[in-house]
């Protein structure tokens, strides 16, 4: 089945040590998002790649990176956690807006 | 500045009767409108949109109404079904773009 897969599903980090999530797709979509979301609120749009293009979002962290090195993969790093990026990282691909995104199933990030 | 907000956290039904989600907007640019369904430990799935053309779209036991002039649209499932528990969550599409905001969430319980 064409899918969004996200690994690992549960993530924990020390406070400050680099961590990378990984998200890969079958579906050949063109674009590729990250979302963060905490307890009881609404995913947060971190970035989203149209292809190759990269575009952040003006609130986003500089401690947030990400790498697309092709079309089925995308990578979130951040590079020095802190306590507050304890969340839920969704990723999320979509070729048409009528069609919705298929998201991942996402990985849940723990921050010792 | 939250531009789609779900103002019920909670909502608990019984089976077999309605479930009436509600989410309201304050863009005026947004022009497409999606419902999310979520379980826990899993990525949102797709359930049902609608353009702003429109002020009804049906699937099956899922209809949505958009009243564009109220900016609010709800989501109706109807007969509830005790699988229908989860996390619903709203997402608008600006006219033009392909990125969804999200309201924050209502959390539907169907007791049998």
């Known amino acids: 089945d064409a899918m969004v897969i996200q690994n690992p599903r549960y993530q924990v980090t020390q406070f400050g040590k680099p961590v990378t999530l990984s998200c890969s797709q079958t579906l050949n979509h063109n674009v590729m998002y990250w979302y963060q979301q905490k307890s009881s609120q609404a995913p947060k749009l971190l970035f989203h790649?149209?292809?190759?293009?990269?575009?952040n979002e003006a609130d986003t962290p500089d401690n947030f990176q990400s790498r697309r090195p092709n079309t089925s993969f995308c990578f979130l790093d951040i590079r020095s956690p802190g306590l507050g990026d304890a969340a839920m990282y969704l990723c999320?691909?979509?070729?048409?807006?009528?069609?919705?995104?298929?998201f991942g199933s996402g990985t849940r990030l723990t921050v010792v | 500045d939250q531009q789609v907000k779900q103002n019920s956290p909670s909502l608990s039904v019984q089976e077999g009767r309605i479930s009436i989600l509600n989410c309201d907007y304050t863009?005026?640019?947004?022009?497409?409108f999606l419902w999310y369904k979520k379980y826990p430990a899993e990525g949102p799935t797709f359930l049902i949109s609608i353009s702003s053309i429109k002020d009804k779209n049906e699937d099956g036991r899922f209809t949505v109404f958009l009243n564009k002039s109220a900016k609010h649209l709800s989501l109706h499932i109807v007969p509830s079904q005790p699988g229908d528990s989860a996390v619903y969550f709203c997402a608008a599409i600006r006219n033009a773009g392909n990125m969804l905001t999200f309201g924050g969430g209502t959390r539907l319980m169907v007791k049998p």
């Open positions: 999320a691909t979509s070729q048409d807006r009528h069609a919705g995104y298929t």
């Open positions: 863009n005026s640019m947004f022009d497409y």
């Open positions: 790649y149209y292809d190759k293009d990269f575009n």
